[in-house]
């Protein structure tokens, strides 16, 4: 059976709501220089002011135009969540597919690894090494790739073990193929999905884990973050800013997170014939 | 029943914890004695004191013995000195320790309970818009950041109804006893549980419901609602009973989650438990206390994991497909 995929998150209401989420943040964190009024950084005298004509929402402490950090925050979110999206699901891709080809010992040894990593919550690893490494852009997408593989690796493997059993694969196996020939030619273009599937989740993780760190104080203080404007406004939480220092920036937090949820959520109905609803019968 | 193979995978992640905690530091450029207590602490130390310090570390060994020496004081229940706290690191984190295990138990028993009666109920109406109305709603709780919630709670029933108090676990100074202790504690603990049990609330409905929904199919219940049983019985009494099962057992998976969380709505309401002194720790860059903490709540999470995978296995042979440590949640059924 041929599922279309594309085709299936399009027609899924689920799936375009999450698509048209993203295409906003993507949208917001693209423009973000295009559409903010102010430099994010740019410091003015104009502090602690409500929404205005001039400033849609407000000024913070030290009169820095919220809307335009917002918008820029929106481009940290966004280069974190696909780079560490991207890093994490190559390393999935990598362990699991090696270890299903080569098996062995290498597959036992590769597996406990990423079983042992798996029980050891990753935020707290996370924040440990952050509290000596100080990272910047590079440091955190390195750190929470590499602890956001094994969950990936143990799927990625568990398809390719039922992939390379196949007939094409035997056959092209039987041809003198080698594994690094059948992972290129026929293991990675049936694990698309999959791997797309890995992917969102892992992006969805990393805003997560981003606006986290942030949010302690953890990542580079020099970046505008929604995370850290989250922190920033539970500072004020006694002043009456809250209603747009607070709201916007955590609406925009969770809805990024909403729309990878929500597209995964419609791809995962898409690949699993028991969530699969019965369109065409 | 117990197996030495099922406690492999924790026993290889603590020892990765382990190696976390020992390298970091050590890994890093410059004085070892700066990265192990931070920069701050070191320009109070005296001659002796550094001395003393490095002996203790055995920082002038090679790595083989500095190890051997690092373990040795954790046997003994020695986490290192706190300069920002003025005291053992191991007695910082008891005295936070109980904040957040009640705060974590809290939570988990909120969500437990009321993610399953209304999975319950969801599930008994399936596809009725009572529940199309809860699933959307308990997925849409689940993408808010705990921390976000955590504010708007804070803000909604602190800082504007003015119901519950903003920060802290109990009234400073109010030398309350007994009972008027009690109620102090627990209104001071009612926000937080609750905000991190409402992001955490996911889990334990779907498996309710998804375990309602099969249940429903079974003979057992057609005999009962043919012995003309009220809907109410055969709701909780019959089918709810069975779907309970699950949910207990997934406590095991959320415990992890939970303590993360927990850090976070901490530090948002001040809680003193073991997030605010990472938040602390962080900012005022304590080390030890940080390593401390991390070491704690990890072995505690783990503890916790191999434990309930132990007992899953023993009062339930089927569930063994469904206790995977992934933590991968059980499919919807829609």
New interface residues.
């Given amino acids: 059976m041929h599922i279309n995929y594309w085709q299936e998150i399009k027609t899924n209401s689920l799936g375009r709501i999450g698509m048209a989420l993203l295409v906003l943040v993507v949208g917001a964190a693209l423009l973000a220089p295009v559409l903010a009024p102010f430099d994010p950084f740019a410091q003015t005298p104009d502090s602690l002011e409500p929404p205005s004509g001039l400033h849609l929402l407000g000024t913070n402490d030290v009169g820095q135009d919220i809307l335009s950090r917002l918008l820029y925050g929106a481009r940290i979110s966004f280069v974190t969540a696909v780079a560490v999206a991207f890093a994490a699901t190559a390393l999935s891709l990598a362990a699991g597919a090696a270890a299903g080809l080569i098996g062995g010992h290498f597959e036992k040894l590769v597996m406990?690894?990423a079983?042992?990593?798996?029980?050891?919550?990753p935020?707290?690893?996370v924040?440990?090494?952050a509290?000596?490494i100080q990272p910047g852009m590079v440091h955190l997408v390195l750190l929470l790739s590499l602890l956001g593989w094994p969950?990936g690796a143990?799927i990625i493997r568990a398809q390719t073990l039922v992939l390379k059993e196949k007939i094409h694969v035997r056959a092209s196996r039987t041809f003198g193929a080698g594994p690094l020939f059948i992972l290129k030619r026929h293991i990675i273009p049936d694990l698309g999905p999959v791997l797309t599937a890995i992917f969102i989740r892992g992006a969805r993780r990393a805003v997560?884990m981003e606006?986290?760190l942030s949010?302690?104080?953890?990542t580079d203080p020099m970046t505008v973050s929604w995370g850290k404007m989250?922190y920033h406004?539970?500072k004020y939480?006694?002043l009456d800013v809250?209603q747009w220092w607070?709201?916007p920036v955590?609406m925009a937090?969770?809805?990024t997170?909403?729309s990878f949820?929500l597209i995964g959520?419609s791809l995962e109905e898409a690949m699993?014939p028991?969530?699969r609803?019965e369109k065409h019968a | 029943m117990f197996r030495l193979k099922d406690s492999?995978?924790?026993l290889?992640?603590f020892l990765?914890?382990l190696a976390?905690?020992f390298f970091?530091?050590r890994l890093?450029p410059g004085d070892p004695l700066a990265?192990i207590y931070g920069e701050e602490a070191l320009i109070h130390l005296t001659p002796e004191t550094r001395s003393e310090l490095i002996n203790r570390f055995a920082l002038d060994q090679p790595l083989g013995e500095q190890f051997w020496g690092y373990l040795s004081a954790l046997v003994k229940g020695d986490l290192g000195y706190s300069y920002y706290y003025n005291d053992a690191v191991s007695a910082v984190i008891s005295r936070a320790f109980p904040w957040t295990m009640l705060l974590v138990g809290t939570a988990i028993t909120i969500s437990a309970l009321a993610g399953s009666i209304a999975g319950m109920e969801s599930g008994w109406r399936r596809g009725k818009w009572t529940d199309r109305f809860l699933l959307t709603g308990i997925?849409?709780l689940?993408?808010?950041?705990d921390?976000?919630i955590g504010?708007?709670m804070?803000?909604v029933f602190g800082?504007v109804l003015n119901i519950f108090p903003?920060a802290g676990a109990m009234t400073p100074y109010a030398g309350y006893t007994g009972l008027a202790m009690a109620l102090d504690i627990v209104k001071h603990l009612i926000l937080p549980a609750f905000s991190l049990a409402l992001v955490n609330l996911g889990g334990s409905f779907l498996l309710a419901r998804n375990t309602m929904v099969t249940t429903l199919g079974e003979a057992y219940i057609f005999t009962a609602r043919a012995k003309g049983l009220r809907d109410r019985v055969v709701r909780y009494r019959h089918a709810g009973r069975n779907s309970l099962f699950p949910v207990i057992t997934h406590i095991g998976i959320q415990f992890?989650?939970m303590?993360?969380g927990a850090?976070?709505i901490e530090?948002?309401f001040s809680y003193p438990g073991l997030g605010l002194l990472?938040?602390r720790?962080?900012?005022a860059?304590d080390?030890p206390v940080?390593?401390g903490v991390?070491l704690v709540?990890?072995i505690m999470?783990?503890v916790t994991?191999l434990f309930m995978e132990v007992l899953y296995k023993k009062i339930d042979p089927r569930l063994k497909p469904c206790i995977s440590?992934?933590?991968?949640k059980l499919?919807?059924?829609?």
């Fill in positions: 406990r690894l079983d042992a990593l798996l029980v050891i919550p935020m707290l690893v924040i440990i090494a509290a000596y969950a143990r997560f606006a986290g949010f302690l104080g953890v989250l406004s539970l939480v006694y809250w607070l709201l955590g937090l969770s809805l997170v909403m949820t959520y699993d028991r969530l609803r | 492999i995978n924790y290889v992640a990765i914890i976390v905690n970091l530091p890093m990265a997925m849409f689940e993408g808010f950041p921390f976000f504010m708007v804070l803000i800082v903003l992890g989650r303590v993360t850090l976070f530090t948002v990472i938040q720790g962080l900012q860059r080390y940080l390593q991390f709540v990890t999470v783990l994991n440590t992934t933590g991968k499919r919807q059924t829609v």
